[in-house]
């Protein structure tokens, strides 16, 4: 099927490719991109540990909320996640704020998981390749970092305050006084995103290996150094 053809290409590491080729498997179709996924962890070799690391540090912070805001001096409270809002304000607070609808909720949480396989997938893999994905991970992590950000930044302006710091809002001549700040999650995410695009530069530096290697194997590549 051609629909798998793009798949296999984006996802085959070069001694997968070799391996299947040696053996006589064909690389095509759904059995093709099986093969491809079984063979990138036939010898798991792990080339960019801070790059796993990033992605695991970026995946913990999904699981608290980036930012929070305290309403009526914490009766209520309001708090964002990566790609929902959560709240318990009364009826009138909620034309305040904007909900997230389901079937954006799912699309963020597919994108955030792409993010965490690249950054994965390129940390298991050898070459330009690898480090491409690194990259490309933590490029898109910060570019979600930056959106998350600006989501903040529509919803405050049209109540005419800011994403962060304490502020009043005037209401049924009552004063509803709100703290916003961002949590040490967000700072977290950041600094994932950060590492991920620097640890390319240290890709394929310290290559940890999850399996024994052959005798042969290990002379051939003594004779050739």
């Known amino acids: 099927m051609k629909l798998f053809s793009p798949l296999i290409r984006v996802l085959i590491d070069d001694s ?26 036939h010898e798991l070799t792990l080339y960019n540990p801070l790059g796993l690391l990033a992605g695991v540090g970026f995946a913990a912070s999904l699981f608290h909320p980036w930012w929070h805001a305290t309403v009526r001096e914490g009766r209520h409270s309001i708090d964002a996640y990566a790609f929902i809002l959560s709240h318990d304000l009364p009826i009138e607070g909620v034309r305040y704020i904007i909900e997230t609808p389901l079937p954006v909720v799912v699309i963020l949480l597919l994108a955030l ?42 919803g405050t ?15 049924d001549m009552a004063r509803v006084i709100v703290h916003t700040y961002f949590l040490p999650s967000y700072y977290l995410a950041i600094s994932a995103g950060i590492l991920c695009v620097l640890s390319s ?7 940890v ?9 290990e002379k051939e590549e003594g004779n050739a150094l």
């Not at 299947?20 to 962890?41: D, M, N, W």
């Not at 302006?157 to 209401?171: A, D, E, S």
């Not at 290996?209 to 194997?217: A, I, M, P, Q, S």
């Open 157 to 171: 302006h049209r109540i005419g305050q800011p994403v962060t710091g304490q502020f009043i809002i005037f209401r």
């Open 201 to 207: 530069l240290t890709h394929g530096w310290v290559p």
């Open 113 to 154: 998981l792409g993010y965490l396989f690249l950054a994965f997938w390129g940390s298991t893999m050898a070459g330009k390749k690898g480090r491409l994905y690194i990259v490309s991970s933590g490029v898109l992590m910060l570019i979600y970092i930056a959106g998350f950000y600006g989501s903040l930044l529509f």
């Open 16 to 41: 997968t490719r070799r391996r299947l080729e040696q053996e006589g498997q064909e690389i095509k179709g759904f059995r093709g991109f099986l093969r491809v996924l079984s063979g990138h962890f």
């Open 209 to 217: 290996r999850f399996y024994r290697r052959k005798k042969g194997v």
